[in-house]
C-alpha cells in the first residue's frame, strides 16, 4: 500500500513568538524532535493577512522588519495530523495572525543523503 504524505504550511510573522523562540524556530525544533522527515523556513519579502490593516515589506533602512514567513513540513499525512494537534493550542493562544492548511502531495522521490 502506498504511503500518503502532505505538506503542512504555516504563515506566521518573523516576530511573533512562543516563550523565548519565534515561531517558526519553536516549529521547527519540534518538529526536529518529533523525528518529522523534513521542515523548511521560507522569508517572505512582501505580504498582508486578514490582521494588517497594511501591506509589509521588506525595505533596507528598516532594523526590525516584520515580515511574513512560511513554514513548510512534508511527512506522512497522518503524522502531519498528529504533529498539528501538538501544535494548535499554542498558535490559537498566541492572539496573533497565522494561517495553516494542509494539502495531499505527490512524493516523487524521497531519499536522505549521506551524513
Known amino acids: 500500500m502506498e504511503e500518503i504524505y502532505s505538506v503542512l504550511r504555516l504563515y506566521v510573522s518573523n516576530t511573533d513568538k512562543i516563550g523565548l523562540d519565534t515561531v517558526y524556530e519553536y516549529i521547527v525544533q519540534k518538529a526536529h524532535k518529533q523525528?518529522?522527515?523534513g521542515a523548511t523556513v521560507y522569508k517572505g519579502v512582501m505580504g498582508y493577512g486578514l490582521s494588517s490593516d497594511k501591506i509589509v515589506s521588506a525595505r533596507f533602512w528598516e532594523i526590525s522588519e516584520k515580515l511574513p514567513v512560511v513554514v513548510e513540513i512534508i511527512d506522512k499525512t497522518e503524522v502531519l495530523?498528529?504533529?498539528?494537534?501538538?501544535?494548535?493550542n499554542e498558535l490559537k493562544a498566541?492572539?496573533?495572525g497565522c494561517l495553516v492548511y494542509m494539502i495531499p502531495i505527490n512524493v516523487l522521490l524521497h531519499?536522505?543523503?549521506?551524513k
Open 81 to 88: 495530523q498528529s504533529f498539528y494537534k501538538t501544535i494548535e
Open 111 to 114: 531519499q536522505s543523503g549521506k
Open 94 to 96: 498566541l492572539g496573533k
Open 35 to 37: 523525528g518529522i522527515s
